[in-house]
């Protein structure tokens, strides 16, 4: 068939589509992979960037603060501190630094501090003028470390980065903690190391919130842009698969429908053939009763042959769009009245059809479709239900019900029957045949007329069928 055929070529362009998203998607994921270690090498430069420059502000204003602090003690007549030692440093022709120390007892000693190549000459000046500054004042004025936080978040925040957490503690060349930072708490941060005075081996490790979330902000459109992408295209995906199966199923519906429609089309055939070619070959002119009989089943063949057909041309007309129904006004009671007559002529089984007495309501409907719809309704009465079939119909200005005591309908299925193709499962019995548009068939045409339809139904104690000829089910 034709529809398995794409259904297969579909599978393997599905398997080949799935496997090309995949591949995006992984390659997708690397290229994130590394966008994100280069933002966090740029973040963590800028770190690393302001941690210099709180380094000097801090330097500055503990700088103006022991200015003010010694201009205070001169004024008050108090002597000076006792010196630590005089540091002073400078760049041999080699590019290194030479830092030169004068102690309290007058002795000197020097160390050289070979260049740094990645940085350029305006950092190395930069850092060395802090390194100088920091022999003249640390031997005087304490570490302010409250005044490092704080100014160092400021530098950050300069360059677009608002950690939650900031703290700074001075560590030797060992990484013992010279002095530590009340602010510090343990836990999960991300930890900078800066040389402030590599004369005396001294550094400043700072403890920061982690900076991916920072650098996940940074990605967020990318990030956003790719995953939107990707979702889109699984949507697309799901979407075609989902309609591929559906056309499946409807494929799937339709052989099941010629299957069953050409059984029922070929039994009253065979049966109306068979009667007729016993009336033609076997004397049944002097037979009254048995002439009678084989006419009987004969016309009974066909008139199930001609519903079939009827049902089948009404269904065609259904599916065309441009289908114009002609509403005309129709008296409800001889209408319903016809249509009860003719169906009691049935001689399968034992038919009572009872027409419920109620006032002369008209409505505007096509006569032809409104006339198919009852029939629809009460043949499948008659079909389910046993040998003494007995149907009410009653109408009012509201509408008609159709109710029967039949054997009734699963409630599990109830808001199925409506549907196009579908029968009741009813295990193995084999007395009752249709091909499921009956129904379907009955609620097209009452929505083009702008009536609805609603069953209530149990099993074992049949079912009532209610058309409302308002928009509101009854």
């Known amino acids: 068939m034709l529809i398995f055929a794409i259904m297969k070529r579909f599978r393997a362009i599905s398997i080949s589509f799935i496997a090309v998203i995949a591949v995006i998607f992984g390659c997708n994921v690397f290229y994130l992979v590394n966008l994100y270690n280069s933002i966090r090498q740029t973040v963590e430069k800028d770190v690393m960037s302001a941690l210099a420059d709180a380094d000097l502000d801090e330097l500055w204003l503990r700088a103006e603060h022991a200015s003010a602090e010694r201009k205070a003690r001169m004024e008050a007549g108090m002597a000076e501190p006792e010196r630590k030692a005089e540091l002073s440093a400078g760049i041999n022709k080699a590019g290194n630094t030479i830092t030169t120390t004068v102690h309290p007892d007058g002795t000197v000693s020097s160390k050289e501090i070979p260049k740094q190549e990645e940085q350029s000459f305006n950092n190395l000046f930069t850092q060395n003028i802090g390194y100088q500054f920091h022999s003249v004042m640390d ?108 056309l499946r199923t409807i494929e799937e519906m339709k052989d099941d429908f010629v299957g069953n429609m050409t059984h029922e089309l070929k039994t009253p055939i065979a049966i109306a053939y068979s009667a007729n070619d016993a009336l033609l070959n076997y004397g049944t002119d002097c037979d009254a009763g048995k002439k009678e009989a084989y006419l009987r089943i004969a016309n009974k063949q066909l008139k199930r042959l001609g519903e079939l057909v009827e049902n089948i041309l009404a269904m065609s007309m259904e599916r065309r769009k441009t289908m114009v129904l002609c509403p005309e006004t129709i008296e409800l009671r001889p209408f319903i009245e016809d249509i009860a007559a003719a169906q009691r002529m049935r001689d399968d089984k034992h038919i009572e059809i009872t027409v419920a007495p109620g006032s002369e309501v008209s409505v505007e409907a096509d006569r032809t479709h409104l006339a198919h719809v009852l029939n629809n309704l009460v043949d499948n009465a008659i079909k389910y239900s046993g ?19 039949g054997i009734g309908i699963p409630e599990k299925v109830l808001p ?59």
């Open 139 to 246: 031997p005087y004025v304490d570490y302010d470390l409250a005044l490092m936080d704080s100014v160092l978040r400021c530098r950050l925040n300069d360059r677009r980065i608002y950690p939650e957490s900031v703290a700074a503690e001075i560590i030797n060349f060992k990484g013992e903690v010279v002095k530590e930072n009340s602010n510090h708490r343990q836990g999960s941060y991300d930890v900078f190391t800066y040389s402030f005075n590599p004369a005396e081996g001294l550094f400043y490790r700072i403890y920061m919130t982690p900076l991916t979330r920072h650098i996940l902000a940074e990605m967020a459109g990318v990030i956003v842009t790719i995953f939107l992408l990707m979702a889109a295209f699984t949507a697309a995906f799901i979407y075609l698969f989902r309609t591929v199966s559906k």
């Open 387 to 405: 040998e003494d079939v007995k149907i009410v119909v009653r109408f009012d200005s509201r509408g008609i019900s159709v109710a029967d005591n």
């Open 416 to 474: 199925y029957i409506f549907n196009k193709f579908y029968r009741v499962p009813h295990g193995n019995r084999q007395d009752v045949r249709g091909y499921g548009i009956g129904l379907y068939y009955v609620k097209s045409i009452l929505d083009k007329m702008g009536w609805t339809i609603s069953v209530v139904s149990r099993e074992g104690e049949g079912s009532v069928f209610n058309i409302n000829f308002g928009t509101d089910e009854k």
